[in-house]
């Protein structure tokens, strides 16, 4: 912005530069020369003495002061527009240096690209900066004008549901293409016998890190499903986190030191391949031909082109952030409102606000919940929509399996979060939970507790 700022000024006193040299060539002193040059901009030439540069002048001086003029006044009628636009209730302030502000202006009808470097007082506001430090700046620089105001941050970094504010949000695209991938392209879509399957993910990068933890999320879909998660890349870190995390069920994560290319007979027998990154074309019509027919290869950001010349319809291509560039997924407005239902919900039936139905109310208990804790009731409305999915018109009366597969993704969440188990009263500040057991060990109470879990998320999610 600054470079093209710099620009425009330089073209707007190229012809008073051009005709000073011009007149100065005449003999023509510097005072006068200026004087002459700058009233080329408006009147004809006041010297009868003319050359080629102050003929270049005097045709081009003219031509920049009304281009100056007319981005003068376009530049005073976005301000205008900003300014009532700002005003109206849904209004947006994109403030950053990314190309997606752009897409986000389009995308947001009442949304108005910010000045650099200044934060009017109105309207929520999208933060995007290609640095990170630049938008932590940002926020430090305009915490007084960002106070009480609704912002998103977008970040690649910082994970979208771990802050207990209820004005700040973070949109991170890479979280997002992890979490949409498992419902777009689900290893299980309907009901049926306990699957045995082999996924293999390739590369643990930030995306391959997010499509695992997703995947022990939604991937719950029968007490007795054998998956078995083989994933290739750096994961000594992820292993040390989650050194005791425990599946419930009989999946489980198989980390592969060595190169994926060395074990072309576990891709071989492979029902899911997942590439965080496209291999070259020639890589993956190897593995068309060596798969089985039945198995699928996704690759994130493989283009169209590439896609187009792979036949067999193996490959698939998933991971476009413009995919994920949506309003929903910006504000995650639908998501927080399902997850404050389900609070409500549960608030009404045990807590302080029975009877109370009111939308005040359903705000302050949410209000009340650390982030931990709304976190959790955010990732059981997001499973609600793999169990509508498997379940169809049965949801509606859950039945004893819905119940456990309920109580696996409710331990998952825990373990993910390194809750541990241990007998008595629940104990949030060193993390020990009595319920992290396995659903037959469970007193018929708790069982309950499960079942009326769903049916509070089918009550919640059907009201108005």
């Known amino acids: 912005m600054k470079s093209k700022k710099a620009m425009l000024t330089v073209l707007f006193l190229l012809p008073f530069l051009i005709g000073l040299i011009g007149y100065m060539q005449t003999g023509m002193p510097f005072a006068d020369a200026a004087y002459s ?22 045709w081009t001086a003219p031509a920049a002061l009304a281009s100056g003029l007319l981005m003068t006044v376009k530049a ?54 290609h640095e990170e430090e630049d938008a932590l700046s940002f926020l430090r620089s305009h915490e007084a004008e960002l106070r009480d105001r609704s912002v998103v941050l977008c970040s690649h970094n910082v994970d979208m549901f771990r802050n207990d504010s209820d004005t700040f949000r973070i949109f991170n695209p890479t ?43 939604y991937n719950i879909f029968h007490r007795e499903q054998r998956i078995t998660y083989h994933v290739f890349g750096d994961t000594a870190l992820f292993q040390g986190v989650h050194r005791d995390l425990q599946l419930m069920v009989n999946d489980s994560i198989v980390y592969d030191d060595g190169p994926w290319t060395a074990r072309i007979d576990l891709l071989k027998g492979a029902d899911r391949i ?56 910006l504000l995650q407005e639908k998501l927080y409102d399902a997850a404050k239902r389900l609070n409500y919900h549960y608030a009404r039936l045990y807590g302080s ?24 009731n955010i990732a059981a409305a997001d499973y609600h929509r793999i169990r509508r999915m498997l379940c169809g018109d049965r949801i509606r009366e859950p039945d004893e399996e819905m119940a ?44 309950n507790k499960d079942r009326e879990s769903i049916i509070a998320l089918n009550q919640a999610l059907d009201e108005p």
């Open 37 to 58: 040059s700058f009233v080329l901009y408006a009147v004809n030439p006041v010297s009868d003495e003319l050359n080629v540069l102050i003929h270049i002048a005097r």
């Open 76 to 129: 005073l009628w976005r301000r205008v527009r900003s300014y009532f636009t700002l005003l109206h209730r849904d209004a947006f302030l994109l403030c950053g240096d990314t190309a997606r502000l752009s897409q986000l202006q389009q995308l947001l009808p009442h949304a108005v690209l910010a000045p650099e470097g200044t934060c009017p007082s109105r309207g929520s506001c999208v933060i995007d900066f």
């Open 175 to 217: 979280e997002l293409i992890a979490r949409e991938y498992w419902f777009t392209h689900p290893l299980v879509t309907e009901a049926g016998p306990a699957p045995s399957l082999t996924v293999v993910l390739i590369g643990f990068d930030p995306l391959g890190e997010k499509l695992l933890t997703n995947a022990i999320l």
């Open 274 to 329: 997942i590439f965080t990154q496209a291999p070259a074309l020639n890589v993956l019509m190897e593995l068309q031909e060596i798969c089985r027919s039945d198995a699928r290869i996704d690759c994130c950001g493989l283009d169209e082109e590439a896609l187009s010349l792979l036949q067999g319809g193996l490959v698939r291509s998933f991971g476009r952030e413009a995919g994920v560039l949506t309003r929903e997924n």
């Open 353 to 376: 606000s029975a009877g109370d139905r009111s939308a005040e109310k359903m705000e302050a208990e949410w209000l009340k919940l650390n982030a931990f804790t709304r976190h959790s």
């Open 404 to 447: 456990e597969l309920e109580h696996i993704r409710w331990c998952r969440f825990h373990y993910l979060y390194h809750w541990q188990y241990a007998p008595g009263e629940k104990d949030s500040a060193n993390r020990r939970h009595p319920c992290l057991l396995p659903y037959a060990e469970l007193s018929p109470k708790n069982k």
